[in-house]
């Protein structure tokens, strides 16, 4: 990777009531962006792809990206070392796959998790507030349409 690189790193929560997606990008000149995002209930897995899938969103463009990924497993599948066997994680893969050819050059590394640990308090930051009702935050759509618009 070049030093032209954007560099994403992406953590999940996720329980009964709600999950929390935190998302961090970092520019070329060290400059960082974050989001926090507040979801329906998902599973640790599709909670795991939705915080990939926000992150390669938010990286939309950018051309040069580096992934950093506190789950191997995750890591493994996209490199296609590991297959995804149920179906739901089958359509998750193929949204990152096609996400991922929207920039010029990519890589995915595992970090250890204590590594990830800005993400995970954003991820976190869900639970300290109180909402009204539904929970407003939507979840990334799997439907994609043919590639980079």
């Known amino acids: 990777m070049t030093s032209r690189a954007w560099t994403i790193f992406t953590h999940k929560a996720s329980n009964v009531k709600e999950s929390r997606l935190g998302v961090v990008l970092i520019t070329p000149l060290a400059e960082i962006l974050r989001q926090a995002i507040k979801t329906i209930p998902l599973t640790n897995n599709e909670a795991e792809y939705e915080a990939l899938i926000a992150g390669l969103e938010l990286a939309w463009g950018l051309g040069v990206i580096e992934i950093k990924y506190d789950l ?3 890591v493994n599948q996209i490199y296609g070392i590991f297959d995804t066997k149920e179906e739901r994680m089958q359509q998750y893969m193929i949204k990152v796959q096609t996400l991922l050819t929207c920039f010029r050059e990519w890589s995915i590394t595992h ?28 979840v990334v759509q799997l439907a994609c349409g043919t590639g980079c618009g």
């Open 111 to 138: 970090i250890p998790r204590e590594e990830n640990v800005e993400e995970d308090t954003l991820a976190n930051l869900g639970s300290s507030t109180k909402t009204k009702g539904s929970i407003s935050g939507t």
């Open 72 to 74: 191997q497993l995750v």
